[in-house]
């Protein structure tokens, strides 16, 4: 998967914000909750999640140029919808090459999301 190339830069983004609980997909720690979708049964995973010391929830996905861009966008609406329900924002990393098409996905959408560059 080609994710596992960034999820190191995106947990050390992640540790510089004050956390109380960091979860991952990455080996070693617990992994973020699985929503599923009630009328595709489809299941929807952030690739990291923090809790901050005020509660709040965030999640954030590793955002890489996609083919099945409708795929990309129901999953970031509904990381972007439950973050929103926990007072946290959905973060979206975008290595080098990724941004713009991030942008543009997340503009045309309407997303409330932050991108980041890591």
């Known amino acids: 998967m080609k994710k596992n190339r960034y999820i190191k830069k995106a947990l050390s983004w992640v540790e510089k914000k004050p956390t109380k609980i960091v979860k991952s997909i990455a080996e070693g720690y617990e992994d973020p909750k699985v929503f599923t979708s009630k009328s595709t049964n489809e299941k929807i ?5 923090f809790t901050t010391y005020g509660g709040a929830k965030h999640y954030s996905d590793i955002a890489l140029k996609n083919n099945n861009a409708k795929k990309l966008v129901v999953k970031w609406k509904v990381l972007s919808f439950m973050a929103g329900m926990k007072r946290g924002k959905l973060h979206l990393l975008a290595p080098k090459g990724h941004k713009a098409f991030t942008e543009r996905l997340v503009e045309r959408h309407n997303i409330n999301a932050l991108v980041h560059t890591i």
């Not at 995973?45 to 999640?49: F, G, I, Q």
């Open 45 to 49: 995973r952030a690739d990291l999640s």
